[in-house]
């Protein structure tokens, strides 16, 4: 019988869990949340610094594109040479990729 009640408890434990992962998944608001707004021109979008999307982020091609052409506008006063290099290289992939799969 205690074998039950404990199979029981885990169960409902691994369902509250579960749930908890799924609400949170459906409040998510973006890739900076409702915080987003608050993300000044003088601070770095690491998202695509770092090269990978971000789990949350959902943006298109085009909006990464968009993205990368803002931070790259920001300059040296928010970005160091060898960063402003990497996401000028991000953009020339983008672009050159899209070119190739339009042919």
Not at 20 to 37: E, M, P, R, V, W
Not at 40 to 58: F, I
Not at 75 to 90: I, N
């Given at each position: 019988?205690?074998?039950?009640?404990?199979?029981?408890?885990?169960?409902?434990?691994?369902?509250?869990?579960?749930?908890?992962?799924?609400?949170?998944?459906?409040?998510?608001?973006?890739?900076?949340?409702?915080?987003g707004s608050l993300l000044s021109s003088h601070e770095k979008n690491q998202c695509?610094?770092?090269?990978?999307?971000?789990?949350?982020?959902?943006?298109?091609?085009?909006?990464?594109?968009?993205?990368?052409?803002?931070?790259?506008?920001?300059?040296?006063?928010?970005?160091?040479?060898?960063?402003?290099?990497?996401?000028?290289?991000?953009?020339?992939?983008?672009?050159?990729?899209?070119?190739?799969?339009?042919?």
């Amino acid at each position: 019988m205690e074998r039950i009640a404990m199979l029981i408890s885990v169960m409902a434990v691994s369902v509250l869990l579960s749930a908890i992962t799924i609400l949170a998944a459906d409040n998510s608001q973006g890739t900076f949340g409702k915080y987003g707004s608050l993300l000044s021109s003088h601070e770095k979008n690491q998202c695509l610094l770092v090269a990978k999307n971000c789990a949350t982020d959902t943006s298109t091609v085009m909006q990464r594109v968009y993205d990368l052409r803002t931070e790259i506008a920001k300059g040296l006063a928010v970005y160091t040479p060898d960063e402003l290099k990497a996401l000028k290289e991000q953009l020339k992939w983008i672009v050159s990729d899209s070119r190739n799969d339009v042919m």
